[in-house]
Nanobody, 116 residues
Framework: VQLQASGGGLVQAGGSLRLSCATS????????MGWYRQAPGKQREVVAT???????NYVDSVRGRFTISRDSAKNTVYLQMNSLKPEDTAVYYC???????????WGQGTQVTVSS
């Protein structure tokens, strides 16, 4: 299983970033996928999830600002982040919802830093 998140960086508040997560070794087309984040000193939390047929869910703090999407032809999941806030600063990870529930198969995340 490989989950390679990319697209993070340093951005000013109000800016945008688009994260990508290329996957291999999983049944991507039938898996619910999620983006998760972990800020310094805090537990990892779910940010957004997308089911195999496209149903999405978001944590309240990002709803209306972030959009999760998936491309089954590329086995890739995306997170478009707009109107970024300093409190969005964290390492962002992708995973299958199932593996996240069992805390397994975490790949390398991508750092997002939002300056005020």
């Amino acid at each position: 299983v490989q989950l390679q998140a990319s697209g993070g960086g340093l951005v000013q508040a109000g800016g945008s970033l688009r994260l990508s997560c290329a996957t291999s070794g999983i049944s991507f087309s039938i898996s619910s996928m999620g983006w998760y984040r972990q800020a310094p000193g805090k537990q990892r939390e779910v940010v957004a999830t997308i089911a195999r047929y496209g149903t999405t869910n978001y944590v309240d703090s990002v709803r209306g600002r972030f959009t999760i999407s998936r491309d089954s032809a590329k086995n890739t999941v995306y997170l478009q982040m707009n109107s970024l806030k300093p409190e969005d600063t964290a390492v962002y990870y992708c995973n299958t919802v199932r593996s996240a529930t069992t805390n397994t198969h975490w790949g390398q995340g991508t750092q997002v830093t939002v300056s005020s």
